[in-house]
């Protein structure tokens, strides 16, 4: 049963707790009985069993604790807080992860009682392992809720009632939950409303510090109703870049404006929101300088909009220069409407600031710098540098040089001032490490010991450099493959495999017609034939994306009255499709020919418009000269200056 779904309705929720609470003395709300539902029927507990416990060992816990050493640096404060008025009060303060796994507690005096209880650190509290509780109820409904005594699922709950809240982030992803718990209170549970309310204020601020300290170098816009100008819960934060599209917002924000399902707030302009942009925000505002009373574009509500630029004057002009964002396409673009790539970005947007490695797979062309760059820009990295390293675009014998780097007089012919390697150049960014798979053995070695130690030694170098870098990487070829054959290290791959993002080839996604209207719209106002849509539909695309794109730009120069017919394709979308032999052939057969002959033509067509520069085309595809050599010799395309 789908959380999100409509489920049973409310009739048979009640026939269901007849039938197996009959004797429980409540009648439990929907939210209540909807998780007594999945804790019987999907995660096939017993009430009146213990519950298997789970609590994560000293290691374990010191490395959960690491990989969200942000989120406890910022949310530390408001547990702290929040502590100061309630634990003198006999409850405990917990906070979790978006796992039900507890980081952080505060405990009163008689902590053995509490402890005794599971409210420890390190305990996981997801509603599949112990039901119905505060934080697992909560996470699983994403909703501040109170669950009292005989509300928990489990027996031995019921003398807990805990006050829960949902923390969110800055792209509305669950990042934990904040809890007060007491024991054995003898009130009802409307007793324990101020209580929630606390916790609910302390949760928003989390969510409203860890925002402002995200986006610290970014236009923030702060949005209050006159109604509730003193109500932290709901004042809206919103991130810009230098265009006035959204970027980042906290949950309040999110909840105003992502009311409709098709509205997506990040990527969308300001002026969709306000009616103004971006421009008169700073000239009425006086570049921050005074709040706006302003009223919204929903429902004509009045409302007081705070603007805050960054100090540096280097930011605060930074819109007047072409923003990096608007250079390369964002990750909601990237993930379009194909459902596999729009769960990858799902999943990309979680682990981000993790300090969590990623490792994108993917055929040539498909995207996987775009991906990259995309992670780049949506992290906390952003300002930082992007360095990219093409494994396989390098001479063996430089490419230690251009990772490490060297300090001045190394050997001889070193440039006198030394060179920073990519590695070093990357620090406090993004280090990409494209074609990771053609990375030579002896330097898979070194780049294992400078992820494990965080540091590196540049040749000549006296003492080490720390590093911090976000490492993406990325290859098109089969690395359990190449582990197999000893090619490449097992070791290595699972320090870059963190997470990992398989990129479907352009005849694989589902969003075909939409991507090729969506890359369209960047030659202005085109249209397509009935007929050239289809051969762009019915193409396999052994280029992938990238191969679509040149294709589109070529279509859009020959096109006439702003119309793209079939003539205007390229020549190997115009061939008829081969019959006689081929047609008794398995559709494998038939299928892989295609692609070969399409991926020969391709080529040779490339080859023709570069004039037969090797180094370009090699480029233009994104892969090695070695690579193109090789495809050259297997299709038996030879330059002109050799036929004879």
Known sequence: MSIHSPGACPSDLTAFVADHF????????????????????????????????????????????????????????GVTGLAKRVVPAGFAVLLSDEHGVTLETRLPLQYDLYTQAGLIVGACWDESTVGTNGIGTALASRQAMTIHHQEHFLVSNFRLSCSVAPIYDAQNLLRGCLNATCLNSAGPKE??????????????????????QRYRDRMTLSVKSHGDISDLANEQLLALDEQGRIIGANHAAFVSYQQDQQFDLLGSRIDQLLPVGVDKLLSQSNGGARSLDLRTLQDDTPIGVSLCIPASPSRTHARHQPPVSSQHPNLQRLGGQDPRLQEGVQRLRK?????????????????????????????????????????????????????????GGSFTGANKKGMKGKLEQANGGTLFLDEIGDMPAHLQTR????????????????????????????????????IASKAFREDLFYRLNGMPLALPALRERSDRNTLIDSLLSNHGQLRLTDAARQRLLDYPWPGNIRQLSSCLRYAAALAENSCIDVDCLPAELQASSPSGEESVRSPEGRLADRLENDEARHLRAALREQRWNISAVAETFGVARSTLYRKMKKYGIVQPNELF
């Open 22 to 77: 009959p004797e429980r003395s409540i009648h439990p709300d929907e939210q209540i009985a909807r998780s007594w539902y999945r804790s019987v029927m999907q995660h096939r507990l017993d009430p009146h069993g213990q519950g298997e416990k789970h609590v994560l060992t000293a290691d374990e816990l010191r490395e959960h604790q690491r990989l969200h050493q942000d989120y406890l640096s910022i949310a530390g404060q």
């Open 191 to 212: 007793a324990q409303y101020l209580t929630l309310q606390l916790v609910i204020m302390y949760a928003r601020m989390i969510e409203n510090v860890s925002f402002r």
């Open 351 to 407: 682990v981000l600031d993790k300090d969590i490695p990623i490792l994108i797979t993917g055929e040539t062309g498909t995207g996987k710098e775009a991906f990259a760059r995309a992670i780049h820009q949506a992290s906390a990295r952003a300002r930082g540098p992007f360095v990219a390293l093409n494994c396989a675009a390098i001479p063996e014998s430089l490419i230690e040089s251009e990772l490490f780097g060297y300090r």
């Open 447 to 482: 780049l294992l010991r400078v992820l494990a130690e965080r540091e590196i030694s540049p040749l000549g170098a006296d003492t080490p450099v720390p590093l911090d870098v976000q490492v993406i990487s990325a290859t098109h070829q089969d690395l359990a493959q190449m």
